[in-house]
């Protein structure tokens, strides 16, 4: 732990991803941290939980982290816990199609020259090595187009590879998911070759991974954590923050204080006036079925042509997650447990079997919908307030709404806050030198003046 730096208190509203990340890059770099969460716990939609109907303990979601996602992995260096992530040694992604019952697997390999697309049993099956080539017309995209104008819907390649992606990624249809997005997500994982595409999923959950070696760490380096700490409103001069109103009463800031808000869109759109941000959002549906997988099962598949899209193989748990969930959004959880349960089956070659104990969880506002539209109104980190900064996977990062994009505005808060702090010290230092060398011309001219 590097010495107290003497630079007021940064106070971060928001203990999610993107206001963890801040907080343990601004508390190993000396500052101090005062870190405030309206709920009685960490990680928003991040977290473990011990869910008592199914009795045992589960992920509010499912999330998948490449090889590739460095910021993420950044972040789990930074709090001791990149051993906790597992994973296949090589980029293997398994399929089943339940339309036809195919199977198969997707293996780019590790160099940044895919020559894997030259090699049949390693592509998706029925395409050819030129469909692949195909994609990149993303790249010449225009900023308003969406994945369904630019890439080729009828083929086998999208149904099969691009369309689930996409709609995993950006948590959007084809038809409202940017291409320029999408484009983005290609180039950081496929674009970098099968070495930044392994998939790793923690071992055992996402609050073990992610959320309880941050506060440890936050609480090794002397931050202050207050939890069911819900903040009402902001008293906001013409230039900066000067009052924290929390329901347990306000906290002042100091001239040097800086204030990061990592809350959600719409908390922060009601706390900062005329603030724009995204205001339309997407779905997602999660089944969570109390059960093993049979023996050597892949840690997920990924399903074509069913109501399940991605199946993960969890500790007593295999868990479906269903992105763009509009369709299904507002199904009654019985009739979406025996869709899901049949996929599942499917999906890891169980035998017929009753349904086990399930639990439904559905969030109609997910993530923000990752449409040209929509990525406008992504407001970016600094605010016209001079100690009010922004972060959230609805900033603007480049990123879509993932755990890479919730810690990578995390991060860009957090360099703010340092590199301001590093221009002010520089000014200091600017605005001190011409006093010293007006000292010392005033001795020499004393000395001058004696030798007269």
Partial sequence: MKGRVAS???HIVGAGLAGLAAAVVLASEGREVRLYEAAGHAGGRCRSYFDAELGCRIDNGNHLLLSGNYRALNY???IGARGTLIGPEDAVFPFFDATTGQRWVLQPNRGRLPWWILRQWRRVPQTRATDYLKALALRRAAPGAVVGEVLDPRGALFARLWEPLAVAALNAGVNQASSRLFWRI???TLGRGGAACRPLVPRTGLSETFIDPALETLQRLGAALHFSARLRALDLSAE?????RFDGGPVELAAEDRVILATPAPVTARLVPDLVVPER?????NAHFHCAAPPHSPLFVGVIGATAEWIFHKPQVLS?????ADRIIDLSAEELRSTLWRDTMAGYQIPAAPMPPVRIVKERRATFLASPEQLLRRPRAVTRW?????AGDYTETGLPATIEGAICSGFTAARCVLSHELRRREAMRHRARPRATAGVQHRRTQKANLMR
């Fill in 8 to 10: 007021g208190v940064v």
């Fill in 76 to 78: 789990l260096e930074r």
């Fill in 186 to 188: 290609l180039v950081e």
């Fill in 240 to 244: 900066r923050v000067s009052i924290l």
């Fill in 281 to 285: 959002y997407s779905p997602i549906v």
């Fill in 320 to 324: 479906v997650t269903v992105s763009a």
């Fill in 386 to 390: 001079q100690n009010l900064l922004l």
